[in-house]
C-alpha cells in the first residue's frame, strides 16, 4: 500500500500554488470573469429570490434561468480544473497568457464533478433520511444520546466518503482521460487520514483569510452571534450580504487563482505518488 507523504503534498502544493500563481492566473483569468458575470446576472435580471416568490410560473422560469447560469460556471470551473491540473501534473509547462478550451477533458471533468456531485447528495439524503426515522421521537434522553452520536458518526463517514470520492479525481480524469469514480475512490485506500492532514492545510489558511476578508467587507457584525431565531437570523445576513456583491466577486476573483494551485496542486503530486508517470496503465486492473 502506498502512502501519500503529508509535508511533501503540502510543501508541493504551496510552492506550485505561489512559484506558478502567474501562470495559474493566465491560464484561469477568463473563465473566471465570466463566472463572475454569471454569478452577478441573477441579481441583475431579479431571478435569484424570484425562485421562492408565490407566483409558480415565475418561479419556475426564474429556477431554469438560474440552473442555466450555474450550469455553465460549472463547465468554465470545470475548464479551470483540467488546465490547472494539467500545469501540476507537468503535462504543460511554462507560462500562460489566456486559456479557453471545451475539448473532450473539460468535458470529462464536466462529467465527473457531476455524477460525484450525484452521488454525494444521494448519500447526504440518505443519511438525513435515516436519522429522522431512527430518532424522531423527541425527550428521550436515550435517543437525544443516540441521535448525537450518530450525527457525529454520519458526519465523520460523510467526510471520509467524500474525501476518498474527490480528492485525487481531477488528476486521474486528465492523467487517464477517463472518468472512473471507482478507481479513484479505491486509489485512496489507506490514506484518508493523511489526505484530511493535507486538506486542512492547504485550505484552512485561506479561508481564514477569507473570512477576514468577509468581515472587512460586510462589517463586523455578520460574525456576531446568533439570536434564538437561528435560521431566520442568519438567512438574512446571507441576504445582506448581497449588498456587497461586487466586492464578494472581486475577492472570489483574487482568492481563485490560490485556492486551484493550493487544492489541485495537492490531489496532482498525491495522484503521482499513487500512480507514477508510466504506471497507470498497469494499476488500472
Not at 144 to 160: D, K, M, N, S
Request: proline letters at 5%; hydrophobic letters at 60%; one cysteine or more.
Amino acid at each position: 500500500m502506498i502512502k501519500i507523504p503529508v509535508a511533501e503534498t503540502i510543501r508541493f502544493a504551496y510552492n506550485f500554488a505561489f512559484g506558478q500563481i502567474g501562470a495559474i492566473i493566465g491560464l484561469v483569468w477568463l473563465p473566471l470573469i465570466i463566472i463572475a458575470i454569471l454569478q452577478f446576472l441573477p441579481y441583475a435580471l431579479g431571478t435569484a429570490y424570484s425562485a421562492a416568490s408565490g407566483n409558480s410560473a415565475e418561479a419556475a422560469g426564474a429556477t431554469l434561468i438560474n440552473l442555466a447560469f450555474s450550469t455553465t460556471a460549472l463547465v468554465l470551473y470545470s475548464m479551470n480544473f483540467v488546465s490547472v491540473t494539467r500545469q501540476a501534473l507537468g503535462l504543460r509547462q511554462g507560462a500562460a497568457s489566456v486559456h479557453f478550451s471545451l475539448a473532450w477533458p473539460e468535458w470529462r471533468m464536466f462529467v465527473g464533478i457531476v455524477i460525484c456531485g450525484l452521488i454525494l447528495t444521494a448519500a447526504l439524503g440518505l443519511y438525513l433520511m435515516l436519522g429522522s426515522l431512527l430518532f424522531s421521537q423527541s425527550g428521550n434522553p436515550v435517543m437525544e444520546i443516540g441521535a448525537g452520536v450518530y450525527a457525529i458518526a454520519g458526519f465523520c463517514a460523510l467526510v471520509w466518503f467524500t474525501l476518498r470520492l474527490i480528492f485525487v479525481l481531477a488528476p486521474l480524469i486528465v492523467a487517464e482521460e477517463r472518468v472512473d469514480i471507482v478507481r479513484a475512490f479505491l486509489l485512496m485506500h489507506g490514506n484518508v487520514w493523511r489526505v484530511l492532514a493535507i486538506s486542512l492545510a492547504v485550505t484552512v489558511p485561506l479561508f481564514i483569510v477569507q473570512c477576514v476578508a468577509v468581515g472587512f467587507i460586510a462589517g463586523p457584525s455578520f460574525f456576531a452571534p446568533l439570536p434564538a431565531d437561528t435560521a431566520a437570523a442568519l438567512a438574512e445576513r446571507f441576504r445582506d450580504l448581497d449588498n456587497h456583491m461586487p466586492a464578494l466577486i472581486g475577492l472570489a476573483l483574487l482568492l481563485t487563482p490560490f485556492n486551484l494551485g493550493l487544492t489541485l496542486g495537492a490531489s496532482s503530486f498525491a495522484f503521482r505518488t499513487l500512480v507514477p508517470p508510466g504506471t497507470a496503465g498497469r494499476n488500472s486492473g
